[in-house]
């Protein structure tokens, strides 16, 4: 099934199980406050995701435990009769739980109880048994069991794959943290954006677009509920049924990393590959390498919680990830944007989300230019490509995604391609909270053509709609992208008008210092020479205060200057629309014409 197909398959579903999950806050009010409705419901959806896979191999399970429950190791055993990676030992299941109201607490710990490690280690990450406590002291554990024994709360694979119940989760998710009032880069990553990253990521990674043998890691560092992963597992599967992909990832929050582990979990894959902490002082995969990495992380959050760390490992330079430049503590996106390029194997590619200030903020020989000069001198930045804005859930600013690679094509050496996709979307029917518009299919085509061509040029196509869809992309050389920024120092004048001599020297008159961003590819003493010294005969370049910068002009490069009109046409318009006023005040109050 084709990754459109997907999105338009999966609606209804995923409606009906998050607003049957949802509504389950409706025995929780009262004894919880709305922003705390999370602290219950996704663990409880968890735990009945486990439950409900489980389920058909129940029984086999408990023959088994009783035929090996004296040997020291039965993890091995168990898996292999549940079918996962993950068992539960207990005799109870949700039914049975729901048939002894008296005795709800005391069964539902021991049937929690009964779970596999790796499942209570992600409750236990959650802080499950606080609420646990907290239902059962304020009478309504039983009910919330019987909420999740609805049918329509039926969370088995047959009835909703692991690619919805990543939606699902997801919504709630999204629901829950809409009444804690997060900010603007606490955002969640819609599909359509996620599919676009993993087209670009593909598209210009010659030997998977072949599909021929794939065998990828990826790696997200901020891995949410771990969906972009998904996502890009799919999309290697498209093109390699039997690739071999493995996924990491690394997550700060517990509830959205207990749901990333137990997704890992369900989909066989490996959930020690799921780490817990904060990828900025707590790396988890220190002397990791990945073919892609894939990432969307917070934007305008800043990173004084990380500092010491952080300033402590910049200190090592090229030994530690952050050596290349800090940003400033308000905004720690570049940060991760380092962290990314610190884990690409040697011939790796990774998409990572950042908002407009990662282009331009800093001035030369600053943090955020340092990081740039980092990335365009090493040539590893292969395009930037800016999306339509209203994209994302919870912010409607203008974000890019960044396309870094550690084997670039000789056709892509020494140059940066810009797409501006602004004008690539399809308005929503109806909005989620900020998000207006979609990246569909042909829309998503449209980009990955531009960034597969890597030429400059406007592409436009007409939808079925009738709606005009636009792509532009343009070519720039790095040595662009950089400027000297010169101090430029005029002599002091004594009161007779002479110049102020110090051994011989000029000396500089701060009140007339100037700087100047001279263009790398220009000779700076030429540029004194040509467009200095016409309007300052005396004035000359402190070589030692020159700083290299490096900006990206996005805004600049898609400029289009619109001619104004004539002031006579201007002049014309205005007293027409004069007349038409005066005709309509003179008709409201009967005066004549």
Request: hydrophobic share 35%; aromatic share 10%.
């Amino acid at each position: 099934m084709t990754s459109e197909n997907m999105l338009a398959s999966v609606g209804h579903n995923i409606q009906e199980k998050s607003t049957v999950i949802w509504n389950v806050a409706n025995s929780l009010f009262g004894a919880y406050k709305p922003h705390e409705y999370g602290l219950v419901i996704l663990p409880m959806t968890v735990i009945k995701r486990f439950h409900d896979c489980l389920l058909p191999t129940h029984e086999a399970v408990l023959e088994q435990y009783e035929k090996i429950r004296h040997l020291a190791v039965k993890d091995g055993f168990l898996r292999r009769a549940s079918g996962y990676a993950f068992y539960n030992t207990s005799k109870f299941t949700f039914e049975t739980l729901r048939a002894d109201a008296d005795n709800i607490e005391d069964n539902f710990r021991t049937y929690i109880n009964g779970f596999s490690e790796n499942v209570l280690d992600i409750l236990e990450q959650m802080k499950f048994e606080d609420q646990i406590k907290r239902m059962a002291e304020a009478g309504l554990l039983y009910q919330v069991i019987v909420d999740f024994c609805s049918e329509k709360a039926d969370m088995h694979p047959d009835k909703i794959t692991a690619v919805d119940m990543g939606y699902v989760f997801e919504n709630l998710v999204q629901r829950f943290s809409e009444s804690y009032n997060e900010e603007a880069g606490a955002h969640f990553t819609s599909r359509d954006i996620i599919y676009t990253m993993c087209d670009l990521l593909v598209t210009g990674d010659g030997g998977t677009a072949s599909g021929e043998g794939i065998n990828k890691t990826v790696y997200d560092m901020t891995m949410g509920t771990s969906q972009m992963l998904t996502c890009m597992e799919e999309r290697l599967h498209q093109l390699d049924a039997d690739a071999v992909v493995t996924t990491f990832g690394q997550e700060l929050n517990p509830f959205t990393y207990g749901i990333a582990k137990a997704d890992m979990l369900i989909r066989g894959g490996n959930p020690d590959n799921m780490k817990f902490g904060d990828t900025l002082n707590n790396d988890q995969f220190p002397e990791y390498k990945f073919d892609y990495i894939i990432s969307n992380p917070p934007f305008g959050i800043d990173w004084k919680r990380e500092a010491k760390v952080v300033e402590e490992e910049h200190k090592l330079g090229a030994g530690g990830r952050f050596g290349a430049g800090l940003p400033s503590k308000s905004d720690g996106q570049m940060l991760f944007l380092l962290n990314g390029v610190s884990k690409l194997a040697d011939g790796g590619r990774m998409a990572i989300i950042q908002n407009g200030s990662s282009l331009f903020t800093g001035d030369a020989g600053s943090g955020p230019s340092e990081i740039r000069r980092y990335l365009i001198e090493n040539d590893w930045l292969d395009a930037i490509i800016q999306l339509p804005n209203d994209s994302f859930y919870n912010t409607g600013i203008a974000t890019y995604i960044w396309i870094v690679t550690k084997d670039k094509p000789a056709s892509h050496e020494g140059r940066l391609l810009l797409i501006d996709a602004s004008n690539c979307y399809e308005p929503r029917r109806k909005s989620i909270g900020n998000k207006r518009v979609d990246i569909s299919a042909a829309c998503r085509e449209l980009i990955v053509r531009a960034y597969g061509e890597y030429i400059s040029r406007d592409y436009v196509e007409t939808l079925s709609s009738g709606r005009e869809i636009v792509c532009k992309s343009r070519i720039l050389d790095n040595v662009a992208l950089g400027y000297n920024k010169i101090t430029v120092e005029s002599p002091e004048l004594d009161e007779h008008g002479n110049k102020v001599l110090k051994k011989g020297k000029p000396v500089a008159d701060s009140g007339r210092r100037d700087t100047e961003n001279v263009p790398l590819d220009r000779d700076v003493e030429e540029y004194l020479r040509t467009e200095v010294r016409p309007y300052n005969p005396d004035a000359w370049i402190d070589q030692s205060k020159t700083r290299v910068g490096y900006e990206i002009p996005f805004t600049r490069t898609f400029y289009v200057y619109k001619k104004l009109d004539k002031a006579d046409d201007i002049a014309d318009r205005i007293e027409k629309h004069e007349r038409a006023l005066m005709k309509k005040l003179h008709a409201l109050f009967g005066k004549e014409q």
